[in-house]
């Protein structure tokens, strides 16, 4: 599918005047990485033209680039397990009947919260915020809710606690 297709179907926030916004680069990235994981996920395939295309357009700063195509490559080559892991969290809404941004919003605060050593906190206030701005009004008590669940399984299976996942956002 085409990037310009796809694009037109993605949620758009409105515009507005421009004013100074300071955004820390760790935000940028997720932002950018979701648009990269929303096209591909649409697409049905990764592909690394599209999210460079992406990854320039949404950022100007190589940093941030790089490390949303990093973050959106690692949860597309993860997604099938965290697809059935969510799926057991929350079968009555499995990843297949998700909106396609709440998806890739979970997709991507799953594989953060796993996969980095980005504090479980801070990936899932992150999470809830991308889905204030980019859903519906439901979406983000709906991700807080299966993320929760999703830190709480891991939580088990590894042994480790919130508290020892805390520490300084990567």
């Given at each position: 599918?085409?990037?310009?297709?796809?694009?037109?179907s993605?949620?758009?926030?409105?515009h507005?005047?421009?004013i100074?916004?300071?955004?820390?680069?760790?935000?940028?990235?997720?932002?950018?990485a979701?648009?990269?994981?929303?096209?591909?996920?649409?697409?049905?395939?990764?592909e690394?033209?599209?999210?460079?295309?992406?990854?320039?357009?949404?950022?100007?700063?190589?940093?941030?680039?790089?490390?949303?195509?990093?973050?959106?490559?690692g949860?597309?080559?993860?997604?099938?397990?965290?697809?059935?892991?969510?799926?057991?969290?929350?079968?009555?809404?499995?990843?297949?009947?998700?909106?396609?941004?709440?998806?890739?919003i979970?997709?991507?605060?799953?594989?953060?919260?796993?996969?980095?050593?980005?504090?479980?906190?801070?990936?899932?206030?992150?999470?809830?915020e991308?889905?204030?701005?980019?859903?519906?009004?439901?979406?983000?008590?709906?991700?807080?809710?299966?993320?929760?669940?999703?830190?709480?399984?891991?939580?088990?299976?590894?042994?480790?606690?919130?508290s020892?996942?805390?520490?300084?956002?990567?």
């Open positions: 599918m085409a990037w310009a297709v796809v694009r037109a993605m949620l758009q926030v409105e507005t005047p421009p100074l916004l300071l955004v820390r680069p760790e935000h940028k990235s997720r932002e950018v979701l648009q990269i994981l929303f096209v591909w996920d649409s697409a049905g395939a990764d690394d033209a599209i999210a460079i295309q992406i990854a320039e357009e949404y950022s100007g700063n190589a940093d941030i680039r790089s490390r949303a195509i990093e973050m959106a490559r949860t597309w080559i993860q997604r099938e397990m965290l697809d059935r892991r969510i799926e057991l969290i929350a079968p009555q809404w499995p990843p297949r009947r998700q909106p396609a941004v709440d998806r890739s979970i997709r991507l605060a799953g594989y953060e919260m796993t996969a980095t050593k980005t504090p479980a906190k801070v990936v899932i206030d992150e999470a809830i991308l889905a204030k701005h980019y859903s519906t009004e439901n979406s983000a008590s709906f991700i807080n809710g299966v993320l929760d669940a999703l830190l709480k399984e891991h939580q088990s299976l590894t042994g480790t606690e919130a020892g996942r805390e520490g300084a956002e990567s």
